[in-house]
């Protein structure tokens, strides 16, 4: 049974979210601030964390980024209002793995709770290949690890399948609705934003020059092609 820690502090949703997801099948814990959430992240080991930006005590923001720092890599998805598209942006960049927009429909989010639970585990289809490799980038995918240069690269779930995709195809461009359908999966509903935000935080792991990238490389109106020395 999946575990989902929930840390929202209206009652309302945050008790929409608990009968929802029991009923679906997972075990839920609860959080009602942002730093009693912390503490359960850390010491409750959830499969997945739906996490509210707007928190008393410790914003969503600041929970993000402290678990990452810790090299937490469970999947976040993020609840946001429609005003919060900077911190949008933010959360991404901090690691978070996706995010649904109050008010939002409860079958969308299972649906991303499902890709990200299918992506954590591993099964994005039956992989032919253990390992991906070009140039100094390998990716081990039954160990979902990601070295460069000799060094491992501490990448998110939706990070290391944006790299799984482009690595499938190095040095030819990748359209983004391809990595959108490859990475989140066809019966969810991503802006092609999230592809540009990860990519943003991918070249900055990599040591890539965000202004003038040279292995994650943007092509206007297509998507990207990576190129690995």
Known sequence: ????????????????????????????ESAVTGKIGLSKALNGHPDIIILD??????DGLEV???????????????????????DIVIGLELGADDYVTKPFSPHELRARVKA????????????????????????????????????TLSLTSIEF?????????????????????????????????SVDTHVVNLRRKLGDDAKNPKMIINIRGLGYKLIVD
């Not at 575990?3 to 997972?26: C, M, N, V």
């Not at 930006?53 to 410790?58: F, G, N, R, S, V």
């Open 53 to 58: 930006l707007m928190l008393p005590e410790m």
């Open 161 to 193: 399948d944006m790299m799984r995709v482009l690595l499938q195809h190095p040095g030819e461009v990748v359209k983004r609705d391809e990595i959108l359908d490859a990475v989140w999966g066809e019966d969810v509903v991503v802006t092609q934003r």
């Open 1 to 28: 049974m999946k575990k989902i820690l929930i840390i929202e502090d209206d009652p309302t949703i945050r008790s929409g979210l608990e009968d929802d997801f029991k009923y679906e099948g997972y075990e839920v």
């Open 116 to 151: 990200q639970l299918r992506r954590a585990g591993g099964d994005m289809g039956n992989e032919q290949m253990e390992t991906l490799e070009s140039g100094s980038l390998k990716l081990n995918i039954r160990k979902h690890e990601c070295k460069f240069r000799g060094r």
């Open 64 to 86: 993000c980024k402290e678990l990452r720092r810790k090299n937490i890599g469970v999947p976040i998805i993020m609840l946001t209002a429609k005003s919060q598209d900077f």
